[in-house]
């Protein structure tokens, strides 16, 4: 072999090995969507759990539409809960003038008088359950079902995760607050308040 | 013994046996390049720890003079008090400590043993100084799991718990007031305009007419910041989070300058955290103490994450704007959020691949 047949050899391995040193397609991807794709085809689940950190959180299961997940568990978490242990009479015979007023402290700031009273949502005949808009009882526990009759939107992202905490951890099994562990059902908006923190370094770094 | 298994970054200096390259030509870091996994596994079958890994090198005269140099002042330390007739057992113990500390390889390349001796070495060490213990977790990425971000920028009121909750958790720099999470107030109508938008306001949230966006590193898939890293300190690992070994990092900064997020901090003094505030559950590429002169992050705090609890960050939001998960498992809430919300990303442009999402109601 003469030298220049080894130098050919050599650029025609050389070429052979660039095409041969990025194969394509098999575990790389163009982007991360891409990866998420391919990698997710064969999950089969992982070692991790989210049990532990539920511990001590009591929690329901529910299943809406297509999805099953946690709740905290609501109506030991009532203190005058069950409600029947004063309203044994109809409301019409406890109020008097000489009685103990109970819920003096609760004023509803919940849409306006025209969509919203207390019967809305509360059933004067049957107190220690909650009533949908056509009148069809709902259990305290599961209070998201009179919600989503206006609030469809949040509903839905709701069941899907995008609106409302998650608690214990990100690994299965998923348990997220309900409506009310974040909103007072009677004052449902956010209030104001200080930020928690003010960092007085950055002030002086930019003077 | 051949020094063709080795796993650890040096110069080539003097040696005569050129290794085979098994870079990859194409410059993707999503995922790598296929077939250079079982190449690389061969490669350091054979491993050594600690000061074999700089000592069973061959070298010449004048870099063996340069490693002598380099290691003396701790050596002279070391060898003094362990020889010493008078230091008792456990300046001896914290003299051997730091000798092995000093010598050890760069995490990335360590085998699961060698990471728990490291652990453990830093554990004892801590043990020894301050007579107090703390866990350090060395716990390798989960197969199957890809960690993701989402941020709901209508849900953010600007409280900034989240920011408080890190620092506790990821036991950050007291005096310098170090924050990885940056919350930005922007001005509705402006877009994201973060020339113009204020991460240190201090008023009732939230303010009328603003909206609040939090940014942090954002564990991008393709991280510009790893690419740069001259001593490769810093890398991403199978899970997606991009970490940090403070202790193989040199502190040239080149990773701040690389990222376009700002989401890399530096440790210009001593870190100070009170005793009883430092944060004892700990993970060596996490939250565990840092010194002066080294790079550090977010983690998705790591030491939480990978035992499969949410950050800090995630924890610590009163309005639920953080959502946190597995990208491959296709239930997860997460991957919910991606396929059913308008996500994007921060300058995608830049094809850095970022995990970390942004969504409205």
């Known amino acids: 072999m003469n030298n220049h047949s080894i130098h050919r050899v050599v650029c025609i391995s050389f070429i052979v090995l660039l095409f041969f040193s990025c194969k394509h397609g098999d575990g790389e991807y163009h982007g991360v969507t891409d990866k998420i794709k391919a990698k997710s085809e064969n999950y089969h689940g992982t070692s991790l759990s989210s049990e532990p950190y539920l511990e001590g959180v009591e929690t329901i299961e529910i299943t809406e539409g ?15 809960f069950a409600c029947t242990e004063c309203h044994s009479k109809p409301l ?15 004023k509803l700031h919940h849409a306006n008088e025209n969509t919203m009273n207390c019967v809305t949502c509360h059933d004067g005949n049957d107190m220690n359950n909650l009533k949908s808009l056509t009148g069809n009882s ?64 950055i002030i002086k770094e930019r003077e | 013994m051949s020094s063709d298994n080795k796993k ?54 004048r870099s063996a003079f340069k490693q002598l140099a ?50 453990d070495r830093l554990v004892r060490s801590y043990q020894l100084r301050t007579g107090k213990t703390i866990s350090m977790s060395s716990k390798n990425a989960e197969e199957n799991v890809l960690f993701g971000y989402a941020f709901n920028i209508s ?40 020339n113009e938008s204020d991460d240190n306001y201090y008023h009732e949230v939230p303010a009328e007419g603003h909206f609040y966006m ?12 790893v690419n740069v890293c001259p001593v490769q300190a810093t890398w991403r690992e199978d899970d997606g989070l991009v970490v940090v070994d403070y202790d193989w990092c040199v502190g040239c900064r080149y990773c701040m300058a690389a990222c376009p997020y700002d989401g890399r901090r530096f440790n210009w003094s001593k870190p100070e955290v009170p005793e009883e505030e430092i944060n004892k559950n ?80």
Not at chain 1, 71 to 79: H, Y
Not at chain 2, 183 to 193: A, V, Y
């Open chain 2, 155 to 194: 849900k953010c009121q600007g409280y900034m718990d989240c920011v408080s909750a890190c620092v506790e958790e990821n036991n950050q720099d007291r005096n310098s007031q170090m924050q990885y999470i940056r919350i930005h107030e922007m001005k509705d109508g402006n877009g994201f305009n973060f």
């Open chain 1, 92 to 106: 019409s015979q406890l109020q008097s003038k000489d009685g103990k007023k109970a819920h003096w402290d609760i």
């Open chain 1, 138 to 201: 709902i259990d305290f526990n599961n209070s998201y079902n009179l919600c989503n009759q206006c609030h469809t939107k949040q509903f839905e992202d709701w069941k899907g995760g995008a609106h409302g905490k998650r608690i214990g951890g990100w690994a299965p099994p998923r348990a997220s607050m309900t409506c009310v562990n974040c909103h007072n059902p009677h004052k449902p908006h956010f209030e104001t308040r200080w930020p928690a923190r003010f960092n007085t370094q």
């Open chain 2, 282 to 361: 700990q993970h060596y590429l996490g939250n565990r103490l840092r010194k002066k002169g080294v790079m550090e992050k977010c983690t998705f705090c790591v030491q939480r994450s990978r035992a499969g609890k949410n950050p800090a960050c995630v924890e610590a939001c009163p309005t639920g704007a953080r959502i946190f998960g597995n990208l491959l498992d296709p239930n997860s809430t997460i991957r919910w959020v991606l396929e059913n919300k308008k996500v994007f990303r921060l300058r995608e442009d830049l094809g850095t691949e970022p995990k970390f999402w942004y969504f409205m109601d």
């Open chain 2, 214 to 225: 939090g940014t942090q590193c954002f564990h991008c898939d393709n991280p510009p910041c």
């Open chain 2, 8 to 61: 650890w970054f040096s110069l080539n200096i003097g040696r005569k046996n050129q290794e085979t390259s098994s870079s990859c030509s194409c410059g993707k870091q999503s995922g790598g390049c296929g077939g250079h996994d079982h190449e690389e596994i061969k490669h350091i079958e054979e491993r050594k720890d600690g000061f074999e890994q700089v000592f069973d090198v061959k070298m010449n005269r």
């Open chain 1, 66 to 80: 297509e999805h099953s997940f946690l709740i905290p568990e609501r109506k030991s978490q009532i203190k005058s």
């Open chain 2, 70 to 119: 380099a290691s003396l002042a701790i050596g002279a330390g070391a060898v003094s008090t362990s020889c010493s007739m008078f230091s008792d057992d456990e300046s001896k113990e914290k003299a051997q400590i730091d000798w092995e500390e000093q010598f050890k390889g760069n995490y990335k390349l360590m085998t699961d043993e060698e990471k728990k001796a490291t652990v």
